[in-house]
């Protein structure tokens, strides 16, 4: 059963928002390489999967650190204990092991409530930053643009 992306999901950023909308489309394509029983078809989804998952990552974690968000030493330790856990199941797959079920059912699980908990948490003061960000340069561009133009 693949993975719905709903409101329920989003945690109010767009650009994050969009990331775990990609992260969603990769996990079923991990369950569509099980029903293809496909080896080959995972590896490649999964290496995908994983490269992207860690960009996100990182990318989370920046915003998480402009913005001052307090949790960020616990939030980044659940990134690295999930990175190792997804590079344990592609060694296993890699070594011929069929781990679309369980791999599947992990990421649906973790997915879900990362999102729903983990990144809620940090939603609302990486919001306010980027939108204090945004303030900022506007009134930057505003200040010499209109002293120029105006």
Excluded: C
């Amino acid at each position: 059963m693949t993975l719905e992306w709903s409101a329920e999901l989003e945690i109010g950023i767009p650009v994050i928002d969009s990331q775990h909308q990609r992260i969603v489309e990769y996990i079923n394509k991990v369950e569509l390489a099980h029903q293809h029983h496909s080896q080959e078809e995972l590896l490649l989804v999964l290496d995908e999967l994983v490269d992207y998952t860690l960009s996100h990552f990182a990318f989370e974690e920046t915003l998480m650190e402009e913005a001052g968000y307090p949790f960020i030493k616990a939030h980044k330790k659940v990134h690295a204990l999930f990175t190792r856990r997804i590079a344990g199941y592609q060694q296993r797959a890699k070594s011929g092991e069929d781990v679309t079920e369980e791999l599947t059912h992990t990421l649906k699980a973790w997915l879900v409530n990362h999102i729903k908990h983990d990144d809620r948490d940090y939603s609302g003061i990486v919001k306010e930053n980027m939108n204090a960000a945004t303030k900022r340069a506007k009134a930057k561009k505003g200040s010499w643009m209109s002293r120029l133009f105006g």
